[in-house]
């Protein structure tokens, strides 16, 4: 960070006083006449004050730099975080039945797939079909891979932009039946990494599904939730805790 080393008021008083004692003793140690000696320092007095509000307001305008421990993340480091990532993607699936009556005919996919971080090894876990973001449908293509321990995130991804709500309401409940999923084999998820485009819509959703937002309580302050998630953006940049107590709000 760049920063000056006098402030503007401290820079005046410390002129102004040299300037007044140049002045007090101009002429081999003879003093000045006090009118002649006001009235210069008056006027010299006003044009060093306009010169150092120019400095004050250049210093002000001038950029910041951050220091070098001050860098701001712009991407998630998988391989630093986690061991596993569960990618949740979903798609809209157009006139799958049609002329439906009954709204199968816009349904949303949501396709489920397990790898390592910086691996191309996807392995295949599950497709969900879900209708105005009820579930209708599942169909089993693996299991999850893994074993604990491990520092798992639920990545959610959706194939085009804008979202739409159905989108949001299926990427949650995917998320919710995985956390089952890892919670029956003794895992839980680290982080659920949603777009930042949907983030909002993505925890408006969970609040509606039983969970609560609240801020990261202190260390020394007990948590009454029998689930708590987490809840991060892609870029980073938002973050929010999910608790659920089984009580409602």
């Known amino acids: 960070m760049v ?3 006098h402030s503007p008021v ?3 008083s410390v002129t102004r006083s040299s ?3 140049q002045c007090s003793t101009i002429g081999g140690g003879k003093k000045l006449n006090r009118s002649f000696h006001a009235r210069l320092l008056s006027s010299d007095l006003r044009s060093l004050i306009c010169l150092l ?3 004050s307001l250049s210093l002000a305008s001038a950029p910041t730099f951050a ?3 001050d860098e701001i993340d712009t991407e998630i480091d998988w391989s630093a975080r986690f061991t596993r990532i569960v990618d949740i993607k979903t798609e809209h699936l157009d006139n799958y039945i049609r002329n439906d009556k009954n709204g199968y005919d816009k349904l949303i996919l949501a396709r489920v797939n397990s790898q390592a971080p910086g691996e191309k090894d996807v392995k295949k876990y599950e497709v969900l079909w879900y209708r105005r973001g009820d579930p209708v449908g599942m169909r089993r ?3 999850l891979a893994f074993q604990a321990p491990q520092k798992i995130a639920l990545h959610v991804m959706h194939s085009s932009y804008p979202v739409e709500d159905d989108e ?3 990427a949650a409940d995917a998320c919710l039946r995985l956390f089952l999923d890892l919670h029956a084999r003794t895992m839980s998820p680290s982080a659920i990494v949603v777009p930042k485009q949907s983030f909002n819509a993505f925890v408006q959703r969970m609040n509606q599904l039983g969970f609560y937002s609240a801020e990261e309580p202190e260390p020394n302050q007990p948590v009454q939730a029998s689930i708590i998630l987490s809840v991060e953006s892609e870029p980073p940049g938002m973050r929010q805790l999910l608790f659920y107590t ?4």
Do not use: N
């Open 141 to 143: 293509l693996g299991s």
């Open 246 to 249: 089984g009580r409602g709000f």
């Open 67 to 69: 220091d070098e421990d």
């Open 10 to 12: 401290s820079l005046l």
């Open 3 to 5: 920063k000056a080393e």
């Open 53 to 55: 509000m120019s400095i």
């Open 19 to 21: 300037f007044a004692l």
């Open 168 to 170: 949001i309401k299926a």
